[in-house]
T-cell receptor
Framework: KNQVEQSPQSLIILEGKNCTLQ??????????LRWYKQDTGRGPVSLTI?????NTKSNGRYTATLDADTKQSSLHITASQLSDSASYIC????????????FGAGTTVTVRA | KAGVTQTPRYLIKTRGQQVTLSCSPI?????VSWYQQTPGQGLQFLFE???????NKGNFPGRFSGRQFSNSRSEMNVSTLELGDSALYLC?????????????FGEGSRLTVL
C-alpha cells in the first residue's frame, strides 16, 4: 500500500477559481513534506517544502498546509490560471540517513478558460 | 546558475539494446538521484549517488545501473531493454542529499523501446 495517498486523482476548474488538493501519509517518523508541480513532459518543480514544525508555507498563489498530528497536507491554489494546468505531486521524507522518499501518485489539475 | 541538464531528451531503442543517459547536476550539488516515471506507476526511485558512491538503491533489476564521476555528473545505464522500460527518466540533484535537501529535477530523458 502506498504510504502517500493523494486526492482527487484529477480535477477540472475554471480559470480564476480556487482549488484544494489533498495528501494523506502514513510515513513515520516524518522529516519533511514537499509539493511539486510537473508540467506535461517536463521535470517536477518544487513548490514548497515543510518540516514537521511548520503548519503553512506559501509560494505565490500556492499555499501548502500541514497537520502532522493527522498526517494530512493540502495544497491550495488561489485564482487559478491556465498555466496551473499540471500534475501536483506530494512527496514525504522519512527521518532517516538513508534515502526514504515516498511519492504520491499525483493530482492532475486542468484549468479551463 | 545553470539547472540540471539531462541528455538526450528523447531516444528510441529496440528490445535487447542498451542505453546510457547522462545527468549534469547544479554546480556544487553532490547528490544525484534517478527516477523512472510511467503513467501507471508514477515516480519510482532508482538510485542515489553522493560523492561518487551509490548511497541507496530502489527495487529495480540489475539491468539498471549507474555511476557518478568526480565532477558529480552521473550516468545511468539500462541493459537488455524491455518494452516495459519505456518511460520518462528523471534525475534530480540536491546539495546535501535527496532525503533532506530540496530536489532540483532535470527535464528528463524520454525513452521509447520498440
Amino acid at each position: 500500500k502506498n504510504q502517500v495517498e493523494q486526492s482527487p486523482q484529477s480535477l477540472i476548474i475554471l480559470e480564476g477559481k480556487n482549488c484544494t488538493l489533498q495528501c494523506n501519509y502514513t510515513v513515520s517518523p516524518f522529516s519533511n513534506l514537499r509539493w511539486y508541480k510537473q508540467d506535461t513532459g517536463r521535470g517536477p518543480v518544487s513548490l514548497t517544502i515543510m518540516t514537521f514544525s511548520e503548519n503553512t508555507k506559501s509560494n505565490g498563489r500556492y499555499t501548502a498546509t500541514l497537520d502532522a498530528d493527522t498526517k494530512q497536507s493540502s495544497l491550495h491554489i488561489t485564482a487559478s490560471q491556465l498555466s496551473d494546468s499540471a500534475s501536483y505531486i506530494c512527496v514525504v521524507s522519512l527521518l532517516s540517513n538513508d534515502y526514504k522518499l515516498s511519492f504520491g501518485a499525483g493530482t492532475t489539475v486542468t484549468v479551463r478558460a | 546558475k545553470a539547472g540540471v541538464t539531462q541528455t538526450p531528451r528523447y531516444l528510441i531503442k529496440t528490445r535487447g539494446q542498451q542505453v546510457t543517459l547522462s545527468c549534469s547536476p547544479i554546480s556544487g550539488h553532490r547528490s544525484v538521484s534517478w527516477y523512472q516515471q510511467t503513467p501507471g506507476q508514477g515516480l519510482q526511485f532508482l538510485f542515489e549517488y553522493f560523492s561518487e558512491t551509490q548511497r541507496n538503491k530502489g527495487n529495480f533489476p540489475g539491468r539498471f545501473s549507474g555511476r557518478q564521476f568526480s565532477n558529480s555528473r552521473s550516468e545511468m545505464n539500462v541493459s537488455t531493454l524491455e518494452l516495459g522500460d519505456s518511460a520518462l527518466y528523471l534525475c534530480a540533484s540536491s546539495f546535501g542529499g535527496a532525503n533532506t535537501g530540496e530536489l532540483f529535477f532535470g527535464e528528463g530523458s524520454r525513452l521509447t523501446v520498440l
